[in-house]
């Protein structure tokens, strides 16, 4: 038996079914990251994309179903166990969410003070690494209300190193960034995850952003996953909703149930 065929899948979706009250937001969702993806969880704004970066978390807890990061099922984990799990996954935030009253070595040492002993010395040197390597080591005295959309989403990649994390999740990483900016980020990620080894999953709508990152990719729509794999088997999908999301067309069928509700009204 292979080493590879021994290495569990970094984190897997079994079967997830979730919904709050009566919506139902995930209907048999099942994925596997393996490790070193960069994994883009694609689909429209609203579809529950989000809602399994907060899986992984443990934030939420499914309705069934199973989330399982390694060898380890979340929903499943003691409080102290879940801490323990979260400190090997980084989260970088749609919005960056640095605290505001905190100037950028106090944000990217946040994970490190909370949820270590290593002294002020040994947290000071691990930011400054960080910073260095996503070129943000002159800002580190400068506060969130000084940065740019671009520098703020820097700093929230630095912080979401600092632990060595085995995986990473992004939310949305190009939001509200210009085409230049977004592209120098899809590159920073690119070449931090790989240069640091680390297992990515990337939720994003924006297709561009989404084509240069990904190794993988998985196209979410109603509530489940209807097709997965290469960024090149995404783009000779014959499924008509896969297709159209792609090609950006108002004609298809991810249009008719929204069309038929307006002209009901």
């Known amino acids: 038996m292979t080493d590879e065929a021994l290495t569990p ?3 897997e979706l079994r079967d ?8 139902k937001v995930l209907q048999g969702v099942s994925l596997v990251v393996e490790p070193l993806d960069r994994l ?41 166990k879940l801490q323990q799990i979260r400190a090997q996954i980084g989260m970088v935030y749609q919005y960056s969410a640095l605290l505001s009253s905190r100037n950028v070595r106090d944000n990217v040492a946040l994970p490190l003070e909370e949820l270590t002993k290593k002294s002020r010395k040994e947290i000071d040197e691990i930011v400054d690494e960080k910073l ?5 080591i002159e800002t580190k005295d400068q506060m969130p209300s000084e940065l740019s959309g671009g520098m703020k989403k820097r700093i929230s ?26 592209s120098v980020i899809d590159e920073l990620i690119i070449s931090l995850t790989e240069n ?35 960024p090149e088997q995404l783009k000779q999908s014959e499924n ?3 297709a159209q999301f792609l090609s950006g067309s108002t004609e298809g069928p991810i249009l008719e149930g929204s069309q038929d509700a307006i002209e009901t009204k």
């Open 9 to 11: 899948p970094v984190v």
């Open 40 to 80: 883009v969880i694609m689909g429209q704004s609203g579809s529950g994309k989000s809602t399994i970066l907060r899986l992984i978390l443990g934030i939420l807890s499914p309705t069934s179903g199973s989330v399982s990061f390694k060898q380890f099922e979340i929903s499943r984990l003691r409080h102290r």
């Open 132 to 136: 260095n390597l996503v070129g943000m």
């Open 157 to 182: 990649l630095a912080r979401a190193l600092v632990m060595d994390p085995e995986l990473i999740l992004f939310d949305e990483p190009s939001a509200g960034l210009d085409p230049v900016i977004s």
């Open 240 to 242: 008509p909703v896969v």
């Open 196 to 230: 640091s080894q680390v297992t990515s999953v990337i939720v994003t709508h924006e297709m561009d952003s989404a084509f240069r990152v990904a190794t993988k990719m998985a196209m979410l729509y109603q509530g489940t996953i209807i097709e997965a794999g290469t």
């Open 16 to 23: 997830i079914h979730l919904k709050f009250e009566e919506k």
